[in-house]
């Protein structure tokens, strides 16, 4: 694997969470909160609370597609963020 491709890596093979497959991919917001939410609630591995997995995962994943990030997948990705947070009631 090229070493410009690690974040890929980290997203298939987090040591936090197991994602799943195509996960931010999906176009409701809900859909990935809820996904997120399963994950992280299930994971063995966490270090911190599942809330902090999740959310963590999420901005990982916006933050590494940076300015490469259509405009419309931003904008349900950041929506995911505030489905996240209801979810786990915050």
Not at 7 to 17: E, G, K
Not at 36 to 48: F, I, T
């Amino acid at each position: 694997m090229p070493a410009r491709h690690w974040s890929q890596d980290v997203t298939d093979h987090s040591d936090a969470l197991d994602l799943a497959r195509d996960v931010f991919t999906r176009d409701d917001p809900k859909s990935i909160a809820a996904s997120l939410k399963r994950s992280a609630e299930h994971s063995k591995r966490r270090k911190g609370t599942p809330f902090q997995s999740a959310m963590s995962m999420l901005t990982f994943y916006i933050n590494r597609a940076g300015k490469d990030l259509p405009a419309a997948r931003r904008k349900v990705l950041e929506q995911a963020k505030v489905e996240l947070r209801a979810a786990f009631g915050r």
